[in-house]
Structure formats: C-alpha cells, structure tokens
C-alpha cells in the first residue's frame, strides 16, 4: 500500500479483555517498530523487529504486551488483561533500512480505551 | 536515562511570523536528532533529521540545528502559515539503544489566519 495501515483505527475495551492490534507496513519494509502515545505526550518505543525477528522488545511495560511478525511483513501487537493505564494511542512505524538514518513511516495509530 | 523536553508546550502566533521551536536532550551520546510533525488523529509525518555530526538540516521554510555539546536543538519556522498548525515533536536515537528514538512531549502550534 501507500503507506503504513493500522487496524482498528479504534479500540474499546473492558478491563481485563485481550485486544490485537495489526499493523501491515509499507512493503518491503524490513524494520518494523511499535510506540505507544499517552495523551499529550510523545510516543514511546515499545519494540523493534528486522523481518521476522523480534530483535528488541525492552520497552514492553510488562508481560502482557506480546508483539509479533511471523512472515516478517504484517505484525500483531497483543495486550492481555488490559488494564486502564493501558489507554494510548499505539503506533506503528516502518522503515526499508535498518540503519540508524533510515527514515520512518508511521501509521495513524489505534486509539485503545480501556473501560 | 536519556530526557527530552519541548518548550513551550503551546504556541499561538498570527500568520506571516517566523518563530522557533525549542528541544533540549540531557545526554549527548546520540546518533541523531528529529523532528517530527503530528496532526491531530494522525501518525508522525519526519521533518527533518540532524545527524549527530551535522549542525543544521534545511527544508523549505523550516530550518533545524543542532548542538550536541550543550543538548539543545532548535526548529525555525518561517513565515508561518495556518497550514502549518500541528504538534512538533523532537526525537533523539540514543546511542546505548539504537533502536529507541526518546521523544518530547511536543510542542502544539496554532497559526492564526
């Protein structure tokens, strides 16, 4: 596609219900990273993944949030037991490199409210 | 732990003025520097990248510099338009992860017709 898409643009959920959140990059992108956006904050790194491999996850708050990339093009971002500090924007973004410089390419985000 | 801050957090200026938006960093060890445009709903859209060696990355109206020694950068808009009413983020690479890029909280810029 032109850009990278994210699905769904919204998310509600209860506390306690699993969400999956999908991000299909631009092709041919090989890195692929995760943020998650606060109200009225900047986005921070959640995970990075080179195609499939998931090369960093350091910024998953905990072991609820799991991230994955299987055939290394479009990625899944789960979140057990939502919690309502959970409530963000979560970001994807994509870029062809994997060099420091490599510009990225965000999605417009899914909105997670978490009731 | 890397800190960036964004100051100030709201600007409100009337079309045609040329303005500055200002971003500090406390550790120096970075890679690069970017800043990053955010419109309400949407993704970051990359304004420009400083590498840690460079001083100043120009496009357009819009002019960024860089200080690494002193951990300011700073993003120079010029004759402001309404267009350009948006949230500006600042982004360091941190050298002791290169994967994370440390944001600001961003600095929302209205430009009055």
């Known amino acids: 596609g032109a850009g990278v898409s994210q699905s769904p643009r919204y998310k509600v959920a209860k506390r306690g219900q699993d969400v999956a959140l999908r991000c299909d990059p631009i092709?041919?992108?090989?890195?692929l990273f995760w943020y998650q956006q606060a109200l009225g904050q900047g986005p921070e790194f959640l995970t990075y993944?080179?195609?499939?491999?998931?090369?960093?996850k350091s910024g998953l708050p905990s072991d609820r949030f799991f991230a994955e990339r299987p055939e290394g093009s479009v990625s899944t971002l789960k979140i057990q037991r939502t919690q309502q500090e959970d409530s963000a924007v979560y970001l994807c973004?994509?870029?062809f490199g994997t060099g420091i410089n490599s510009p990225l390419h965000f999605g417009n985000g899914t909105r997670l409210t978490v009731t | 732990k890397q800190e960036v801050t964004q100051i100030p957090a709201a600007l409100s200026v009337p079309e045609g003025e040329n303005l500055v938006l200002n971003c500090s960093f406390t550790d120096s060890a970075i890679y690069n520097l970017q800043w990053f445009r955010q419109d309400p709903g949407k993704g970051l859209t990359s304004l420009l990248l400083i590498q840690s060696s460079q001083r100043e990355q120009t496009s357009g109206r819009l002019n960024a510099s860089l200080d690494k020694s002193s951990g300011r950068s700073t993003l120079y808009i010029a004759a402001s338009q309404p267009g350009d009413s948006a949230t500006y983020l600042c982004?360091?690479?941190?050298?002791?992860?290169?994967?994370?890029?440390?944001f600001g909280a961003g600095t929302r810029l209205t430009v009055k017709p």
């Open positions: 982004a360091v690479r941190v050298v002791d992860n290169n994967n994370d890029m440390r």
């Open positions: 092709s041919g992108h090989v890195s």
């Open positions: 973004a994509s870029s």
């Open positions: 993944f080179q195609n499939e491999a998931q090369l960093d």
